[in-house]
């Protein structure tokens, strides 16, 4: 059974992670969609690059907004400047790289200077989902977000929920604890089609280890997800009769079955009734 110590620092690196992936789950569904972008593009075609792609759409009015002053201070035909974009823990930061045809007086200078110090402030307090006002939100050591109170709730109960996940796990765990060898290092972590299945089929081969006084005698020693695939092995004791073998048996083949159909739903693949 594992110790409560390295129970403890599971449950850290499980939070550390989870919000690692939450950072790229809400940066991947958060980037500016194509309409967006255009409109965008078109408050100032030639300073546009394709970096601002990779922002938020909540973003995209102070992007505006920082395209169309820094495009001013064009001379005629001249643009003013070439500009990237890059996402930061502070805000977005802009590189500027002036024009150097043009006549930079020190005011048109410090206009782009400020312009470029507005841009990274307002990206500090405007909501990165929806443009709405917002915050800095921290998720974590080195995960942060700019978000309105709404999109930081929303935030924290994926969190939340993730390590409530892991939890459970552990609890479950605990419970099948005499199911698995002394030291064994077997993770209950699989997919999400298949931990109904695996839960389901340690539970029936708990109630007849219990029910029949076979403690210590059967023991799961495989669990593997495999592309999406269910895998799971179970060791007898020569005392344990045939008949538990075969019903063991049976709710192993009966999960890895259930578990082909569902990877093949999750994958979009070729339907249970066409297999």
Same mark, same amino acid.
């Not at 643009?79 to 024009?99: D, H, L, M």
């Not at 669990?223 to 019903?247: C, H, K, M, N, W």
């Given at each position: 059974?594992?110790?409560?110590?390295?129970?403890?620092?599971?449950?850290?690196?499980?939070?550390?992670?989870?919000?690692?992936?939450?950072?790229?789950?809400?940066?991947?569904?958060?980037?500016?969609?194509?309409?967006?972008?255009?409109?965008?593009?078109?408050?100032?075609?030639?300073?546009?690059?394709?970096?601002?792609?990779?922002?938020?759409?909540?973003?995209?009015?102070?992007?505006?907004?920082?395209?169309?002053?820094?495009?001013?201070?064009?001379?005629?035909?001249?643009?003013?400047?070439?500009?990237?974009?890059?996402?930061?823990?502070?805000?977005?930061?802009?590189?500027?790289?002036?024009?150097?045809?043009?006549?930079?007086?020190?005011?048109?200078?410090?206009?782009?200077?400020?312009?470029?110090?507005?841009?990274?402030?307002?990206?500090?307090?405007?909501?990165?989902?929806?443009?709405?006002?917002?915050?800095?939100?921290?998720?974590?050591?080195?995960?942060?977000?700019?978000?309105?109170?709404?999109?930081?709730? /929303?935030?924290? &109960?994926?969190?939340?929920?993730?390590?409530?996940?892991?939890?459970?796990?552990?609890?479950?765990?605990?419970?099948?604890?005499?199911?698995?060898?002394?030291?064994?290092?077997?993770?209950?972590?699989?997919?999400?089609?298949?931990?109904?299945?695996?839960?389901?089929?340690?539970?029936?081969?708990?109630?007849?280890?219990?029910?029949?006084?076979?403690?210590?005698?059967?023991?799961?020693?495989?669990?593997?997800?495999?592309?999406? &695939?269910?895998?799971?092995?179970?060791?007898?004791?020569?005392?344990?009769?045939?008949?538990? /073998?075969?019903?063991?048996?049976?709710?192993?083949?009966?999960?890895?079955?259930?578990?082909?159909?569902?990877?093949?739903?999750?994958? /979009?693949?070729?339907?249970?009734?066409?297999?």
């Amino acid at each position: 059974m594992h110790s409560q110590g390295l129970i403890d620092a599971q449950r850290k690196a499980k939070q550390a992670a989870s919000q690692l992936n939450l950072k790229v789950e809400i940066e991947v569904e958060g980037t500016m969609k194509q309409e967006k972008i255009d409109r965008v593009r078109a408050a100032a075609p030639d300073l546009f690059h394709s970096s601002i792609a990779s922002l938020p759409d909540g973003w995209t009015d102070i992007m505006t907004t920082f395209l169309q002053d820094v495009s001013d201070l064009g001379e005629g035909m001249l643009t003013p400047a070439e500009v990237r974009f890059e996402r930061s823990a502070s805000g977005v930061k802009a590189f500027i790289c002036p024009n150097p045809d043009m006549q930079w007086t020190e005011a048109k200078a410090l206009q782009l200077i400020n312009a470029q110090r507005q841009l990274t402030i307002s990206s500090q307090h405007t909501c990165e989902d929806c443009g709405a006002d917002g915050h800095l939100v921290p998720l974590g050591d080195r995960v942060r977000f700019v978000f309105c109170q709404k999109h930081e709730d /929303r935030a924290r &109960q994926k969190l939340t929920e993730q390590v409530q996940a892991f939890d459970e796990r552990i609890r479950f765990r605990s419970e099948t604890s005499f199911l698995f060898q002394k030291h064994s290092n077997i993770w209950l972590h699989v997919s999400d089609h298949n931990t109904p299945i695996l839960r389901e089929a340690l539970l029936n081969i708990k109630t007849i280890v219990e029910e029949r006084d076979l403690i210590g005698k059967i023991h799961v020693t495989k669990i593997i997800d495999s592309e999406g &695939q269910l895998f799971l092995s179970v060791r007898y004791d020569p005392l344990v009769d045939v008949a538990t /073998r075969l019903d063991v048996d049976d709710i192993v083949h009966h999960a890895q079955r259930l578990s082909d159909e569902a990877s093949l739903k999750a994958n /979009r693949g070729v339907s249970c009734d066409d297999a």
